[in-house]
């Protein structure tokens, strides 16, 4: 790609200026390395929004990131990573084969790309499940195949957090496999090592090293990820501040420590001493409420969340998009958000095609016919998790619309 040789100086300039930055700003630590093939592609797990800038401190090659165009809406930022980087973008909540072709191609061309194949980042500090694809693209790109780890990630950026901290964080290659290695797999073999080399339990790993992560207010916004409370079961009752958070229902309160765990901060009991175990346990119990919920009356709240913003997405350009404020409730059969205005818009479950979650607290989801929203809020820390549960859960056609 002739074209891209100013962008590939470019490239080189601002990881030589900025990469140092960043690694000093957060702690990051990496072995170098010098891959034995010309191109490839490289697999990551993902955990932070500044990966992609660390971890070419331990490569002396160029390559492309596949990126979400959720990002690139922002036509100021689409430009300026198009300008800097040129990513290949790929849609949210979607199978996107433009994407694909534009992976092969680059490779083709004799470039190199890297992919975060888990296609977002885990809320519980587990590397999320790969997607099912990916060994067939390795496959049918026929270069050589990188596998890189980060470690310590989670913690320095928790998916639900507002703020980074800055503790122990580190990255390196875990394996390469040549072009002839890859050739002589089956596309399942190679699924299995991108999973196996890349896999990641954050809290098995704390648990092992008991790493610091300092920071101001290290709790806030971790209502985000734990929308249940263990002691009275009540949904959407805690509240963060500081490093503490609280049930309004039962009074309880806890505290999350610089070591990213979780103890009693009121002398009761401490029923998760881990916010992985927390999240695995309220969703194994929100999921046991299905027949309750299926039997409340119509117009009966499951839960509401206040100060919410509804984009309706412009698939075309970001300065299409419609933004309505107000009021969200899930009942039985349905989403639905009351505007400030007094607009109802009603999204009944089985009509959901895709759902995911944006950044750090947007549900992305798209409805039949092809209309896509991003539900948020500016003021108020909302769950997308646990919509995404309710509408998996609670749709009666049988189909799971969950894509992340």
């Known amino acids: 790609m002739t074209a891209d040789i100013p962008r590939k100086f470019l490239y080189h300039t601002l990881k030589t200026l900025f990469g140092w930055a960043i690694c000093l700003l957060y702690g990051f630590s990496y072995k170098k390395y010098k891959p034995e093939a010309e ?71 004799g470039e190199s790309v890297c992919i975060f194949a888990e296609g977002g980042r885990s809320m519980d500090g587990r590397t999320l499940p790969v997607a099912a694809s990916t060994g067939k693209l390795i496959k049918a790109a026929g270069v050589a195949l990188i596998t890189y780890k980060i470690k310590g990630g989670y913690f320095i950026q928790p998916r639900w957090a507002k703020k980074f901290r800055r503790g122990k964080f580190s990255g390196e290659v875990i394996g390469e496999y040549s072009a ?3 050739k002589n797999m089956s596309a399942q073999q190679v699924q299995s090592i991108i999973e196996e080399d890349i896999f990641e339990d954050a809290y098995a790993t704390q648990r092992e090293v008991m790493a610091k992560y300092t920071g101001k207010n290290i709790a806030e916004s971790i209502e985000v990820a734990l929308y249940l409370c263990p002691e009275c079961k009540g949904l959407s009752t805690l ?36 916010l992985a175990d927390w999240y695995r346990w309220e969703k194994e119990e929100i999921r046991s409420r299905k027949d309750e919920y299926l039997s409340y009356e119509e117009t009966r709240p499951i839960t509401t969340d206040k100060k919410q913003h509804l984009t309706i997405l412009d698939n075309r350009s970001r300065r299409g998009d419609r933004h309505i404020y107000g009021d969200v409730t899930a009942y039985r059969d ?51 998790f646990k919509y995404i549960e309710l509408i998996c859960m609670l749709r009666t056609d049988g189909r799971n619309s969950r894509s992340g």
Not at 42 to 56: E, G, K, P, R, W
Not at 73 to 84: A, E, G, I, K, V
Not at 335 to 356: A, P, V
């Open 39 to 109: 191109n490839f592609i490289m697999i990551s797990n993902h955990l932070t929004d500044v990966d992609f800038l660390c971890m070419v401190k331990s490569f002396p090659n160029h390559f492309y990131y596949v990126a979400s165009d959720a990002i690139g809406r922002n036509s100021f930022l689409h430009n300026l990573l198009t300008l800097l980087v040129n990513p290949i973008w790929r849609k949210k909540t979607t199978n996107d084969l433009t994407t694909v072709y534009q992976i092969l191609k680059r490779t083709k061309a």
């Open 239 to 274: 509240h963060s501040k500081g490093d503490k958070f609280t049930c309004e229902s039962c009074g309880r309160v806890f505290k999350y420590d610089e070591y990213g765990f979780i103890e009693s901060a009121d002398g009761g009991v401490n029923h998760y001493d881990n």
């Open 334 to 384: 349905r989403m639905e958000f009351l505007s400030e205005e007094g607009q109802i818009l009603s999204f009944d479950y089985n009509n959901f095609s895709d759902t995911d979650v944006l950044n750090r607290q947007s549900l992305i989801f798209t409805i039949k016919g092809g209309a896509s929203y991003i539900l948020n809020s500016d003021v108020t820390y909302t769950s997308p």
């Open 180 to 182: 002839e290695q890859i």
